[in-house]
Structure formats: structure tokens, C-alpha cells
């Protein structure tokens, strides 16, 4: 039922994009318009006061409430209710369809342009975006904990009853019963960029509900309370609930947007599932060691197989959906915080692995078919912690990782170009950083090849009918000027440099430059 869900939505792109707007970017109107209808490449969920319209005087004037007009999921529209002459600006902010939050904005006028402040929407509070990545990580932890230990032990170790597993489990469902309550009620402030002050607000709770990440994590909550009454079943209803569990995390991150969504979904489960039962069996074997004795070793081995499995399904899971949030791109794996993050997991799991391969080889070597002694226990013991703590430290990153927009998306190229203006050669980079604006770094030659600097060296975007906006240029080295500027909105801009040589002689040449 949940997996349709999002199925049921449709294909999707990595991130939902504003792909058009009534009225549009820059247009210019003869009477001021009644409603502004926003048009996205993908379903979005609405937060509140998620279009806002901001009048020439500075005054809001939507009117009514954002809504999808006929039931069309991709589109968003507001009455807007004034007749002043000028420059209007339309802010939006809407959650794709895996959870992400996007924002934008842009302008059009009545009669002719005017002045008006074009800022970007608020973003949320750094202690809310940290605090959700915190919620997020007890969640995993608690999955551990709880869905692991429980599967290994129906799997590995079925008369288990250890106080110390009793006791993991009880922190188990705790904690992701726990996390699964702060997800729901920081995700709708996060959402609609606002801060902690207004957590738990009816409106924003119900926001969350209506989305599939809502949903998920509400199920998730629900079947912890149900994992207390199967931790005595057989192992097959274990086996479906911990599915179950471990579909919710899916549901609530990356899998649920994007292309091949059904193959995500189910990778995205598995994952879930196989690092809950990598650690949770760890914590196991650490209190099976303790006894020492024929059972305990027993419980070794069977484990050795079932984690050896379970590595197997999160190498082959772990590479397909690195594929699908990278894609073949260098530059998206090694100048984005989402591949930055994505090396850091990596290595760690990579640091780990090296760890189970001793603990796997000591357990064929030594354990197999013959007694311990006291001394193998405790460097078994020890690898065993090593690998536990390493995995820990892994879900921190997922929980990073979860949150941050896939590099496929996220990745913006540099623009570089040489240009010849008034005999001197400029040779212009300009980065985009992703939330609507750009750094420019500009290097003049004069015709020797030695750096100069020219009486001026001016810099303006455009975009159809907004701008020339000034790049404020720094002078940082001879030769060498820096400057960066927000946009309203994404697009491909052109960016026009000047060069003047004298009093009266001075040049123009543009180029185009991608910003989202």
C-alpha cells in the first residue's frame, strides 16, 4: 500500500523545476492580472503562504490561498487582488516530491518597470535544518536497534533473551519512535522556511501529513508500537514487519522523486534494511561473545552468513543509487556537498568492511567447528566494536546525505570564455552556486600576456527583461577583479563585460551563464 503510494504520482525528475509562470518572467501588462499560476516539471506539495506576491509599493496583494487549480498536482495558483502600476514580485516556495523544499522568485510589471527589492524567500534556520539531520540519525539508529536485533535474533539466535538485547530493543523502539515525532513536527517549519518558535503549528503539521514523506514517517511511528507485539512471532511476520519499516525510510527521502522510482524504492529498502541488520547483529555477536559458550559460537556463525549477505545487498543497493543521485558526472561527485558527503560515506564503509573482512576471516579461521578461548573472544570482541561505532558514524552521514539535493541536480558547470576587448584578453570564470547566484573572477592581459589593469572593467546580468544588474567587481591583484551577485530567478543570464582602454574608447561582449 505505501509503495503505491508513490507510484501512483507519476515519473519524476530529480528535483522539481519551475518550468513556467502566468504572467511570466519579466513580462510587462497593460492591466494588472487577477490570479499568478506557477507551472513545475514535476507534483509539488504547497506550504503555508507558499506563493507570496509582493505589490510596487512593497505591500502583499495575493488573494485567497495557494491551491492546485483542477486537481493539477504540478501547477500552483493565487488570486491577486490590486491595480498598482510597476514591478510586481512573486515569491513561491514548494516541496518536491522527494521532500526537498524549493524556493524562487521572480518579477513582471503593470504599465512599465519600476524598482522593487527581488529577495530570494527566507530559508530556514540552520538549528532546524541540523536539528531535522538529528531526528533523522536517532530514526536510523533506533532501526538498528530495534528491526535489526530483532531479525538477527529470529534469524541467528532464536531463544535469545539476553537483559542487555532487551534493553537495546526497548532504546530501539524509543528511539525511533522518538525520531519519527521530531521528523514530524520540524519537517513543516523546515518545509516553509520558518524557524523553531513556531514547531507543532496545526497548519504546518497538517502540510506535512498531505505529503508522501508525511505519510511514511507517521507509518513508521505506527509500526514501532506494532514491533512490540511481533517480537514474540514466528520469523516470517519479523521478516514483513521489518519490510514494512524499512520501506518508510524510502518513502522519506530520495527514492520517492526522480527517474526509476519503482527500482529505488526497493533499493532504497533494502539498504535500510541490511545496515539496520549489519549493526543490530553486531550488538548480538557483542553480547554472545560474552557467554563464551557452544550456543554463543553458534550464533557467531550464522551471523557471519547473514552479514556477509547483508554487506553483499548494500554495496550493489549503495552503487545504484549513487549512480542515480551523481550520475556519470565527475564534477557532480567531487564539487557538490552531495558527492562531498557521498566520499566521505564511502570511505568510512570502505574503513569499516576492512574491519568485518578480519572479523569474518578470525571467525572461519578459529571459530568454526571448535571451542574459543577467552583471549579470541576479546579481539573478536574488539573488531566487532570497531565495526559497530564505523557504521554508527556512517548513518550520521546518511542522515547528512539524505537531507542535501543530489548532485545530478545540484551540480552547476563553471562558465569560463576569453574575450579580446580593446586588445586586452579577458578571461572570465563564473561559478554558480546553486541557490540563485553566481561568483566571477575576471583575469585582463594586456596584448604582452602580462596582467593589467585597465582605467575600467565593468560586469551586468540580464535575463530577457530584467537588468542590466550591476556585479559589484573587487580588485584583489593586478589584473585579477572578484565579484559575485544574487539573481531573482534561475535561468541563463547573460553577462556582459566591459572593458574601457580611455577617456573614449571602451567595449562590450557577452556571454551566456547558466544560474539556478
Given at each position: 500500500?505505501?509503495?503505491g503510494?508513490v ?12 518550468k ?5 518572467e ?18 509539488v506539495?504547497?506550504v503555508p503562504?507558499?506563493?507570496q ?6 505591500t502583499r ?9 483542477d486537481g ?5 495558483r ?14 513561491w516556495?514548494?516541496v518536491?516530491?522527494d521532500s526537498h523544499?524549493?524556493?524562487?522568485a ?26 531535522l539531520g ?8 533506533g532501526?538498528a ?6 531479525v538477527?535474533l529470529?534469524w541467528c539466535?532464536?531463544t535469545?533473551?539476553?537483559t542487555t ?5 526497548s ?6 519512535a522518538?525520531g ?12 516553509a522556511?520558518?524557524?523553531l518558535s513556531?514547531?507543532?503549528r496545526p497548519d504546518l ?9 508525511g505519510?511514511?514517517?507517521v507509518a513508521?511511528?505506527?509500526?514501532t508500537?506494532?514491533?512490540v507485539?511481533?517480537?514474540?512471532r514466528?520469523r516470517w511476520?519479523i521478516s514483513?514487519w ?10 522519506a527521502?530520495?527514492a520517492?522523486?526522480g527517474?526509476l522510482?519503482v527500482?529505488?524504492v526497493?533499493?532504497?529498502?533494502a539498504?535500510?534494511i541490511?545496515a539496520?541488520?549489519?549493526l543490530?547483529g ?9 557467554l563464551?559458550d557452544?550456543?554463543a559460537?553458534?550464533?557467531v556463525?550464522?551471523f557471519s ?5 547483508a554487506?553483499c545487498a ?11 543521485g551523481?550520475?556519470w ?9 552531495y558527492?562531498?558527503e557521498l ?5 568510512l ?9 578480519f572479523s ?6 578459529r ?8 583471549r ?9 566494536l570497531?565495526?559497530?561505532?564505523g557504521?554508527i ?5 546518511t542522515?547528512?546525505l ?9 551540480y552547476?558547470?563553471?562558465t569560463?570564455a576569453?574575450l579580446?576587448i580593446e586588445?586586452?584578453t579577458?578571461?572570465v570564470?563564473?561559478?554558480?552556486r546553486g541557490?540563485r547566484?553566481v561568483?566571477?573572477?575576471?583575469y585582463v ?9 585597465p ?7 540580464s535575463?530577457g527583461k ?6 559589484p567587481l573587487?580588485a584583489?591583484?593586478s589584473?585579477?577583479?572578484l565579484?559575485?551577485i544574487?539573481?531573482?530567478v534561475a535561468?541563463t543570464w547573460?553577462?556582459a563585460?566591459?572593458?574601457?582602454a580611455?577617456?573614449?574608447d571602451?567595449s562590450?561582449?557577452t556571454?551566456?551563464v547558466?544560474i539556478?
Amino acid at each position: 500500500m505505501m509503495l503505491g503510494v508513490v507510484l501512483a504520482a507519476g515519473p519524476t525528475e530529480a528535483h522539481a523545476v519551475l518550468k513556467s509562470s502566468t504572467p511570466a518572467e519579466g513580462d510587462v501588462l497593460d492591466v494588472a492580472p487577477t490570479e499568478v499560476t506557477l507551472i513545475f516539471n514535476e507534483p509539488v506539495n504547497m506550504v503555508p503562504e507558499s506563493v507570496q506576491v509582493f505589490a510596487p509599493d512593497g505591500t502583499r496583494v495575493e488573494h485567497g490561498k495557494a491551491a492546485h487549480p483542477d486537481g493539477t498536482a504540478n501547477a500552483v495558483r493565487i488570486g491577486v487582488a490590486s491595480s498598482q502600476r510597476g514591478t510586481y514580485l512573486v515569491s513561491w516556495r514548494v516541496v518536491s516530491a522527494d521532500s526537498h523544499p524549493l524556493a524562487g522568485a521572480f518579477t513582471f510589471s503593470v504599465g512599465a518597470a519600476s524598482k522593487t527589492d527581488a529577495k530570494p524567500p527566507a530559508q530556514p534556520s540552520q538549528v532546524l535544518s541540523w536539528s531535522l539531520g538529528g531526528a533523522r540519525w536517532l530514526g536510523y539508529l533506533g532501526s538498528a536497534l530495534l528491526l535489526g536485533i530483532l531479525v538477527v535474533l529470529a534469524w541467528c539466535w532464536p531463544t535469545g533473551s539476553a537483559t542487555t538485547l532487551q534493553r537495546l530493543v526497548s532504546a530501539g523502539a524509543v528511539l525511533l519512535a522518538g525520531g519519527a515525532l521530531l521528523e514530524i513536527l520540524l519537517k513543516g517549519p523546515y518545509d516553509a522556511g520558518l524557524g523553531l518558535s513556531v514547531i507543532g503549528r496545526p497548519d504546518l503539521l497538517q502540510e506535512v501529513w498531505q505529503t508522501t514523506y508525511g505519510k511514511a514517517v507517521v507509518a513508521r511511528f505506527l509500526l514501532t508500537g506494532l514491533g512490540v507485539l511481533v517480537i514474540w512471532r514466528n520469523r516470517w511476520v519479523i521478516s514483513i514487519w521489518a519490510l514494512l519499516v524499512g520501506m518508510t525510510f524510502a518513502l522519506a527521502g530520495h527514492a520517492a522523486g526522480g527517474s526509476l522510482r519503482v527500482f529505488a524504492v526497493l533499493s532504497e529498502t533494502a539498504h535500510a534494511i541490511a545496515a539496520s541488520i549489519w549493526l543490530g547483529g553486531l550488538l548480538v555477536v557483542l553480547v554472545a561473545i560474552r557467554l563464551r559458550d557452544a550456543e554463543a559460537l553458534a550464533v557467531v556463525r550464522r551471523f557471519s552468513r547473514l552479514a556477509f549477505a547483508a554487506v553483499c545487498a548494500l554495496v550493489i543497493t549503495g552503487l545504484f543509487q549513487s549512480w542515480r543521485g551523481v550520475g556519470w558526472s565527475w564534477g557532480a561527485l567531487t564539487e557538490t556537498t552531495y558527492g562531498h558527503e557521498l566520499l566521505v560515506k564511502t570511505m568510512l564503509v570502505v574503513a569499516v568492511l576492512l574491519l568485518a573482512s578480519f572479523s569474518r576471516a578470525w571467525v572461519n579461521r578459529r571459530i568454526a567447528g571448535s571451542s574459543a578461548p577467552a583471549r579470541r573472544g576479546i579481539d573478536l570482541r574488539w573488531t566487532v566494536l570497531g565495526e559497530a561505532v564505523g557504521i554508527i558514524v556512517v548513518l550520521a552521514v546518511t542522515s547528512s546525505l539524505t537531507a542535501t539535493e543530489p548532485a545530478r541536480t545540484a551540480y552547476h558547470p563553471k562558465t569560463t570564455a576569453e574575450l579580446v576587448i580593446e586588445g586586452d584578453t579577458v578571461r572570465v570564470a563564473a561559478t554558480p552556486r546553486g541557490d540563485r547566484s553566481v561568483d566571477l573572477r575576471l583575469y585582463v592581459f594586456d596584448a604582452s600576456g602580462q596582467p593589467t589593469d585597465p582605467p575600467e572593467v565593468k560586469a551586468a546580468v540580464s535575463l530577457g527583461k530584467i537588468g542590466p544588474l550591476p556585479v559589484p567587481l573587487e580588485a584583489v591583484s593586478s589584473g585579477q577583479r572578484l565579484g559575485s551577485i544574487d539573481v531573482p530567478v534561475a535561468g541563463t543570464w547573460k553577462l556582459a563585460i566591459t572593458v574601457r582602454a580611455t577617456e573614449f574608447d571602451q567595449s562590450t561582449k557577452t556571454i551566456d551563464v547558466p544560474i539556478r
